[in-house]
């Protein structure tokens, strides 16, 4: 969430995330408010941005379409055998 008061960024951020990726879109497009939405699908990391959270932040929604892949790397912990 992106917002000049601090305190009704967090806010929105809390009601975005109980309402979840789809509701949560849809009320801060409804409201005009500046949100991007990040959601894990599968092993890939993809944003959804409001057209407010756009028009703030020009050329951030060429970035909102991609896959970002996540790839785990489990290696030893230091001192373990």
Do not use: N
Request: some cysteine.
């Amino acid at each position: 969430m992106a917002d000049p008061s601090v305190l009704r960024a967090d806010a929105l951020s809390a009601v975005s995330m109980v309402l979840g990726p789809d509701e949560g879109y849809a009320f801060a497009e409804r409201h005009d408010v500046a949100a991007c939405f990040i959601m894990r699908q599968g092993t890939d990391f993809v944003a959804r941005a409001t057209p407010r959270f756009k028009s703030l932040f020009p050329g951030q929604d060429k970035r909102s379409s991609k896959r970002v892949s996540v790839k785990r790397r489990w290696g030893r912990v230091a001192g373990s055998r």
